[in-house]
């Protein structure tokens, strides 16, 4: 491993890299304080992209992984909410990645695709940060509004049905 890249122990930023960033700590943190059904399903994980040779960016604490099923109809709607949210943010926040529910957003590729990766991502919604987006500790004040239109619409739509019959 060459002395420049940052998992080279010598490399002058090689420990900044050795657990879970603070812009995915407080991203996990809103969501799951608007959506407590969410499940914390990671950040920090030293480890390829499945299948491949490729480090993840969870191998950097970078990307936040949100326990949602898309078989389930709520949290499908959560994880349908967060994936815009999260690329109607994107420039804002400094995201690289979003893919959820056999879909990806990309900087690489900025439009919402397929994805034919090794995990369809149905279980969960994974986000990814670059790098320097990964050091802010606060979340874009955008997001705290869409997040918050999205759960009252959710409770709107609780309330309707159980006053339904």
């Known amino acids: 491993m060459h002395p ?4 080279h122990p010598h490399h002058p930023h090689a420990n900044q890299w050795n657990g879970p960033q603070p812009a995915p700590r407080a991203l ?14 990671g950040i920090y994980n030293r480890r390829n992209i499945a299948g491949t ?3 993840s960016l969870h191998a950097e604490g970078r990307a936040l992984d949100i326990g949602l099923s898309a078989n389930k109809p709520t949290e499908k709607t959560i994880g349908d909410g ?7 943010v994107a420039g804002q926040m400094g995201v ?4 959820w529910n056999r879909q990806i957003w990309s900087t690489r590729n900025p439009h919402i695709h397929a994805y034919h990766g090794h995990s369809p991502h149905t279980d969960h919604v994974h986000v990814g940060f670059t790098r320097a987006a990964s050091q802010q500790t606060q ?5 705290h509004i869409k997040i918050g239109e999205l759960r009252t619409g959710l409770e709107d739509l609780s ?5 339904v019959g």
Not at 28 to 41: C, E, G, K
Not at 139 to 143: D, E, N, Q, T, Y
Not at 159 to 163: E, G, I, L, P, V
């Open 4 to 7: 420049h890249h940052p998992h």
């Open 28 to 41: 996990w943190a809103l969501v799951h304080a608007n959506f407590p059904q969410t499940r914390f399903d």
């Open 53 to 55: 040779n490729t480090p």
């Open 82 to 88: 967060l994936f815009q949210a999260f690329i109607d």
């Open 96 to 99: 690289e990645e979003v893919i």
């Open 139 to 143: 979340v874009p004040i955008m997001l």
């Open 159 to 163: 309330k309707a049905f159980s006053n």
